[in-house]
């Protein structure tokens, strides 16, 4: 049985570790000074060499040449203790994955472990791989032991989330934080490993390997091991999609381009080509991240673009410039938040493409037959109508406070049959529901077009309430019976108003203080009544 690929090619000296030259030369010279800590954490990206620098510390720090050691920090890798490390038959190195010995009987058995002096060493090394995944009880449990531990122990904790580490235990040791590689250091790695596999690889290959790791190198090289098990001609970049199951980025920047144009059927389109062809629906919901991410990023820098799509061949990457020039900056950065939303949904959704199908859509726009009704809607000039006050002394109910009312499209009679009866509308919720009526009162009427009731509310709570399923229905309900025409509610707060909507809505604040109805307040000795007014405006239930 053949190794794999990232095993075969383990660093064997810190020299040979990729990318992390902060790490490996503040351990050399700890090495060399003989200042080894009793106690390290490692953390970091996965595959970024947390357990290959570990074990190469323990083989130095048991290394029979000392001298070599002292020189240069490096373990010779010659000794019988280097060769025993090299097998991985070396007794005085305990490597314990935290993920399946994570409680605190483990530990316990750790902390008398620990007593026993190495058996041919000079240091006995515990290495805790995933350690954030010990539970509460057995950190507690270590906290003593890694303070201080015997003369002959060192303690190398790894980690790819620190975060979940308590500072207690952070605190205890020295921390090193490992990075992802870059894309130099990761195509250097693959470059010496296809030179030693006598492989053969496109550059562009290559290129995609490499943002395909994502910045690990273990990742590259098992992208690479499923290379070299299929095939032993040169691999271009197309084998490499087909072998690795990756979307086409054709299909990815055909999507993109048609939601630049706003038209949705070639978008979705385009993902259901995707979908047919095999592609997972999540890596497709990955690339096209990506590729937007590229786009955007390229509106900003180039340079920053350009590095981002390197994985794009030619003239993939002169198509990416054409979208990146063509595309709103604002559609470009509300793709990037959509579809980060659609790939934590498809996880849980039952149809994955739905999630990318709704953020298609959504940013596409509306169908040209809703963008002529609202181009109409917008070219209608609003005029306002406010009944003309009456000198008497008995007050008169209140009409609305202000209605935009699009002449041109609405139905005048419906328009001015809500405008007389307004009040009597607003009395017959308070018989059925005192908070939705008072926050009617505040309410401020925008337009009634096509028998769509526009209305805007100081607060978001008050829209909240006014748009919950039961109170919307009610007022509904009860416009439709004073009007006789079909009424559907819709509400917005101040903060989301035009600047047409927001002189509208100062205009109907203006007119007086907050519209009254003939009907009895709620007085306070009423103590029910008060209980069922706040229980209608805030949604809740009367708990004896």
Known sequence: MSQALYRTYRPQTFAEVAGQEHVTATLLEALKRDRVSHAYVFSGPRGTGKTTVARLLARSLNCERSEHVQAKGEPCNECDACLRAQKGTELDLVEIDAASNRGIDEIRELR???????????????????????????????????????EHVVFI??????????????????????????????????????????????????????ARADGSARDALSLLDVLTAVTTQTIDAQTVRQLLALPDVARVQEWFAAVVARDASTAITALAAAEQSGTDILELARSIQRYVRSVMLYQVSQELGEKLAMELTSQQ??????????????LAVQAAALITQAANDIRHSALPMVPLEIVTIRLCGPTPQKQQLIEESEQAKPTMQTPAPELREAKPS???????LESKVADTNTANELLTKWSEALNTIHAENVGVAGLLRSAVILSFT???????????????????????QLIEQHVERVTGSKVILSCKILSDLSDEERTIYETGKQQGPEQESNVEPVEPANVQGVTKMAVDLLGGQVID
């Open 112 to 150: 008398e472990r620990v007593r026993f002096a190495p058996t041919k060493g000079k240091k006995k090394v515990f290495l805790i791989d995933e350690f954030h995944m010990l539970t509460k009880e057995a950190f507690n449990a270590l906290l003593k032991t890694l303070e201080e531990p015997p």
């Open 157 to 210: 904790l790894a980690t790819t989330e620190l975060h979940q580490v308590p500072r207690t235990v952070l605190s205890r040791a020295q921390q090193f934080s490992f990075r992802s590689l870059d894309n130099a250091a990761l195509k250097e790695t693959l470059e010496r490993v296809i030179k030693s596999e006598a492989m053969s690889l496109e550059p562009d290959a290559l290129d995609l390997l490499i």
């Open 317 to 330: 990457q002169e198509t990416l410039r054409s979208h990146a020039s063509k595309a709103p900056q604002k």
């Open 398 to 404: 209140p009409a609305p406070k202000v209605v935009n």
């Open 450 to 472: 096509r028998g769509a009731l526009l209305v805007a509310v100081t607060y978001p709570f008050y829209r909240e309430r006014l748009m919950d399923r039961h109170n919307r």
